[in-house]
């Protein structure tokens, strides 16, 4: 049964109806490059852009059923036009375009996990079991690739002929297989929880102990191979305030999940409402008010700006990490106003990808290797589900 209309359902067909004017409809998927009004740049298909697209779809079905029809089109596409295959087994070939497929010599975490967000949010919503075969293959494939069977975790990087290439692990490497589309898959894939659960309650741990700098206040986003936090020069050193909101919410998320140890879910609890509390003191306050939104880019080591303008990523991310923190809702609800008041664009369609200083949208396209439709969907599913996508809009 469709859905009652609500502010989440228009709000998501502003988002995906933006892209129509890219959608080939003879190959049934989605062209990833687009303008800041709506018109195709390219004929390049990137995995990133394309399976985020397929996450907005499915998830939107239970108010639009008939997106169902294209995210599964949009899916059998990736799986028999944007994969590759080696000893190991498939993985996702980050682009193709102009009938050319780019082969690569390396794969990177952050398309491989990524490329694993639409099909598992797919299989979340229709249950199709021909596709859990798929994705069991493509996770059992990219856990073997990556993960360093030494120190834990995963690498950033794979290399076909050497394997995990040292020095790439990062806070991505750590943090987005989960939030991409692992912890999804164990709330997804009912049968085989116990696959995931050592991988996800791994990177926990390293996360908890290695990610946060307590006497910076900013999370380490680079480290050696046994996890130790790599010190950048200091005119080098840069993080956004959006990978703090993202530890906040990951350890917040964790500590409601049923196979996280009592004391554990303890401390990722504390540890969560900790780094909201320093994030939201910090001088990232554009005019020093929280109603203007925060920069982009921070010297960790000077809290110098280094980016002044506001990224829509970065507030999707804020949010979802307040949603799940009660204590902040009035800062909640300031970020939303915001958010809503000048990422949303209900002239031109989709989200605008950032403003300047003095709140105007920065023209450039909103259809990228990375961007699509994931992050304003996934916030807007996190705020139904914590109670909080209410008023104000």
Known sequence: MQKDNTYEDSSIKNSISFFDQAYDNERGVYLSEVDFYGSTLS?????????RIIYGLAYSSQYFP??????ESCARFQLTRMLGRDSVGPYFIPEVGDGKISQPESLDIWQQAYGLCGLTELYRSGKNDKLLTEIHHLNKAFIERFRDKENGGFYGEYNFNSGGVSGTKTIQSLMYPITAYMANLWFADKSNRIEYEGI????????????WNDSMGWV????????KPMTEASEKAWVTPGHNFQLAALMLRSSKWPFISAENQMKYEKMGTSILKETLRKDIWINDSITNGFYGGINPLTNKVLDKNCSWWQHCEALIALSLCPEFKEEFESIKEFYFDSFVDVKNGGEIANIDLEGKPIIEPKGQKGKSVYHHIEMLRMLNETGMAGANN
Do not use: G
């Open 220 to 227: 380490n986003t680079k480290f050696d191979d046994k996890w």
């Open 200 to 211: 996800i309650k791994e990177h926990l741990s390293i996360a908890y102990s290695k990610v």
């Open 43 to 51: 004929s390049k298909i990137h995995t990133v852009a394309l399976s």
């Open 66 to 71: 008939e997106n169902m029809n294209r995210a």
